[in-house]
């Protein structure tokens, strides 16, 4: 089964709003990572972030970890209709090694 | 681009047919993940391996099998293959087990 479970399947907003996507999972981590997917294509890192640490930021990206939750948010602000992609979360479980992802979240945003 | 290099990209062959898939990973990183992307099971995690060893094992099937060689390359053997085996087959390599994955394009396969 799958580690991490985003939350919505699928979003559809406006360019300009904000967009929120949550990731819930099971076992305690080391840490957790948000990816991108374009449609068909490669997945595409877009941040780590540790279990000690609760936010992080990269440009218009926001990352929040609860580890007491068990959960994620990944907030994208000011969306553009590039950021129209799958969006995947994947933990690895503490002392393990292999990334494991969730079946991701569908966001489409429309100019 | 990510660095790591899959080939080929795409794949037809027949019900029965084996197929090798091949990763190059990024220049020093040491481990690589094979992954299976289908529209009803989502992505998941097949193998990894770590400088040449077996490090974890997910939903692969018997039929499939992978090895890293000596210059960190690594394959992915799919034998009697079934029409249900369709999908996108992607490779990851990361530095170490617990840092951020670089993906390839993938491998497109599809079994007729």
């Known amino acids: 089964s799958q580690q991490g479970e985003e939350d919505p399947q699928a979003l559809s907003i406006q360019e300009g709003e904000n967009a929120t996507m949550n990731c819930s999972y099971k076992t305690s981590i080391n840490n957790l990572q948000w990816y991108r997917q374009n449609s068909g294509r490669g997945l595409v890192h877009l941040i780590l972030?540790?279990?000690?640490?609760r936010e992080k930021h990269s440009g218009r990206l926001r990352v929040t970890l609860d580890t007491s939750k068990k959960s994620s948010s990944l907030l994208i602000t000011a969306s553009r209709a590039a950021d129209t992609a799958s969006y995947f979360c994947a933990t690895d479980r503490e002392y393990g090694n292999k990334l494991v992802f969730g079946a991701g979240t569908i966001l489409r945003v429309k100019s | 681009d990510s660095g790591v290099t899959q080939t080929p990209k795409h794949l037809i062959t027949a019900t029965g047919q084996r197929v090798t898939l091949r990763c190059s990973p990024r220049?020093?990183?040491?481990?690589v993940y094979w992954y299976q992307q289908s529209l009803d099971q989502g992505l998941q995690f097949l193998i990894q391996y770590y400088n040449g060893e077996e490090r974890a094992k997910g939903n692969i099937l018997e039929r499939f099998s992978a090895q890293q060689f000596p210059d960190l390359h690594s394959e992915l053997n799919l034998s009697s293959l079934e029409l249900g085996d369709s999908a996108l087959y992607f490779c990851?390599?990361?530095?170490?087990?617990?840092?951020?994955?670089?993906f390839g394009q993938g491998t497109r396969l599809t079994v007729v």
């Open positions: 220049s020093g990183d040491l481990s």
């Open positions: 990851a390599s990361s530095v170490h087990g617990d840092t951020e994955a670089f």
């Open positions: 972030i540790r279990s000690n640490e």
